[in-house]
C-alpha cells in the first residue's frame, strides 16, 4: 500500500516535470521565433503578406486618413509596400526607451546602395543615435537596399515604402502610361497624353519622381505616421548621399536649444552650409543663412506653413523638390527664410549625381576620390559654444523668387497627385515656436 502511494507520487512528479519542460520549450521556441520574425528581410514579408480586399482601407484608418482622396489606382507590390508602412519599428528591444526630446532622423533613398552603405556605416558612429528613431523611406522597392537597412543594429529603424512611387508602377500612371505623350510631341498631332512644361517636354516619370517622393514623405511622416503624426519637435532630414559626422545629434540638439533665443527668426537647423562645397567657416560664431538641402531640420510650426503652400509647392513647374522651395514656397512666407548652423560642418555630400542617376550602367555614379571623407577630432564632439554671436548672411546668391524653374512639372496628372498627397491626413498634434 505505501509502495503503491509512492509510485503515485513520483508519477505525479515526473508529470509536473514534463509539464515545465514542455512550457519551457515552447517559450524557448516562441522567442526564437520572434526574433527570427523581427530579423526577416523585407522580401520574405512581402511575398507573405496576405493581401485582401480591405488593405488600402485598413492601412488608410491606421494613418488617420481624413477622406477617400482620388489617387491612382494601385497594382498588388503597391498595395503590399503600403501594409508594410504598418509594421513598427525593429530594433525596439534593443532601444525599448527612446529620448523624450528625440529629434527623430529621416533618411530618404533611392537606389544606390554603395551610397548608402556610407551613409549607414556614418550614422552607426553618430553619438546619441540610439536614442532616437530613424525612418528610412523608400522611391521604389530595390533589394539591395533593404538588405543594408536590414543590417542596422543601432538603433530603431521604421522602413516606409512611397505607395505611388512612378517605379511601382510598369504601365500605368504615375509610370509610364500607354498613350502616353514623349519628349516634345505634339498632343494634338500624335493623339497622346499629358501636358507639356514651359519648355515642351513630356513628363519623366523618372524624373517627377523626384519630386513626388518627397512630398508623399513629408506628409506622411509629419501627419501620417503614427510615431511622428504627434511628434512637435524637430525632425531631421537626409539624403542617401549625406555623410554624417560623429557629432551630428549632439550638435543639432544644441543648435535646436540655441535658436529661440540666439536666432528667433530662424526656421530650422542645418547640419551643414547652404553651398555644398564649403566645410564651414570655422568661426567662433553661430551662422544665419538660407536653408540648405543636407541635413536640414524643422518643427511641426514649421511644417505647417509649408504645408499651408500646397498649391503653390505642387503648381510649380521644376521637378525639384528643393529649387521649388527656394524659388517659390520660401518666398511665399513673407520673410527671409534663415537656418541656424554652426561654422563647423557636420554633414557632407559626396555624391557625384543627382539621387536617381548612376543606376542601370556598368557601375554606380560614385566619385572614389570623395569617398574618403575625413573625419578630425573636432567632428567626433560637439563644437559649439552657447556663447557665440550669430553672423547673419545677407543676399546670398542661389534660387530666389523669380526663377521659373528648369520644367519637367507640367503634366496636369502630376500636379493633381501632388495635391491628393496634402489631404491624405488629418493634421494632429500641438505646434511650438519656431
Known amino acids: ?53 480591405d488593405v488600402s482601407s485598413a492601412y488608410h484608418h491606421d494613418l488617420k486618413v481624413r477622406e477617400r482622396v482620388k489617387l491612382p489606382k494601385q497594382n498588388k507590390l503597391s498595395l503590399r509596400l503600403e501594409k508594410l508602412n504598418r509594421l513598427p519599428p525593429r530594433n525596439s528591444d534593443l532601444y525599448p526607451n527612446l529620448a523624450k526630446d528625440r529629434i527623430v532622423v529621416v533618411l530618404y533613398v533611392h537606389n544606390r546602395p554603395q551610397y548608402l552603405r556610407v551613409v549607414v556605416d556614418s550614422l552607426s558612429n553618430v553619438v546619441g543615435i540610439n536614442e532616437t528613431l530613424l525612418i528610412v523611406s523608400h522611391d521604389g522597392y530595390f533589394e539591395d537596399m533593404n538588405k543594408i537597412i536590414d543590417g542596422i543594429r543601432f538603433c530603431q529603424v521604421k522602413q516606409i515604402y512611397a505607395p505611388y512611387s512612378p517605379h511601382l508602377f510598369s ?12 519628349d516634345k510631341d505634339d498632343a494634338g498631332v500624335k493623339r497622346c497624353k499629358g501636358n507639356p512644361d514651359q519648355y515642351g517636354n513630356h513628363r519623366s516619370p523618372k524624373i517627377v519622381s523626384l519630386k513626388h517622393h518627397w512630398w508623399w514623405m513629408m506628409n506622411t511622416v509629419w501627419d501620417g505616421l503614427r510615431e511622428t503624426r504627434e511628434h512637435s519637435g524637430h525632425i531631421l532630414f537626409i539624403e542617401e548621399d549625406h555623410f554624417i559626422f560623429p557629432n551630428a545629434y549632439q550638435n543639432l540638439q544644441i543648435l535646436i536649444s540655441l535658436k529661440p533665443k540666439k536666432c528667433p527668426d530662424c526656421y530650422a537647423a542645418n547640419l551643414a552650409p547652404s553651398d555644398v562645397n564649403s566645410r564651414g567657416e570655422e568661426w567662433a560664431s553661430l551662422i544665419a543663412e538660407r536653408m540648405g538641402n ?11 506653413k509649408i504645408h499651408n503652400k500646397a498649391r503653390e509647392f505642387c503648381f510649380f513647374d ?19 527664410v534663415y537656418t541656424l548652423r554652426g561654422p563647423r ?90
Request: aromatic share 12%.
Open 1 to 53: 500500500m505505501a509502495a503503491s502511494k509512492k509510485h503515485r507520487l513520483r508519477d505525479s512528479a515526473l508529470r509536473r516535470l514534463l509539464y515545465v519542460l514542455c512550457v519551457t520549450l515552447c517559450g524557448v521556441l516562441l522567442l526564437i521565433f520572434i526574433f527570427r520574425s523581427n530579423s526577416t528581410s523585407r522580401i520574405e514579408i512581402i511575398r507573405n503578406l496576405d493581401i485582401g480586399d
Open 171 to 182: 504601365n500605368s500612371f504615375p509610370g509610364v502610361s500607354p498613350g502616353d505623350c514623349k
Open 294 to 304: 543636407v541635413g536640414y531640420s524643422f518643427n511641426r510650426t514649421v511644417w505647417r
Open 318 to 336: 521644376d521637378y525639384n523638390w528643393d529649387i521649388t522651395m527656394w524659388a517659390t514656397v520660401y518666398p511665399s512666407f513673407g520673410r527671409p
Open 345 to 434: 560642418s557636420s554633414a557632407v555630400h559626396f555624391g557625384k549625381c543627382g539621387l536617381h542617376q548612376g543606376q542601370g550602367e556598368n557601375k554606380a555614379c560614385i566619385d572614389s576620390g570623395m569617398m574618403n571623407i575625413r573625419v578630425d577630432e573636432p567632428d567626433k564632439v560637439s563644437n559649439i559654444e552657447s556663447d557665440w554671436v550669430v553672423h547673419i548672411y545677407k543676399n546670398q546668391p542661389g534660387y530666389k523668387a523669380g526663377f521659373k524653374g528648369w520644367g519637367g512639372w507640367g503634366d496636369d496628372r502630376d500636379r493633381r497627385l501632388c495635391l491628393s498627397f496634402a489631404t491624405m491626413y488629418h493634421s494632429i498634434g500641438t505646434t511650438s515656436p519656431l
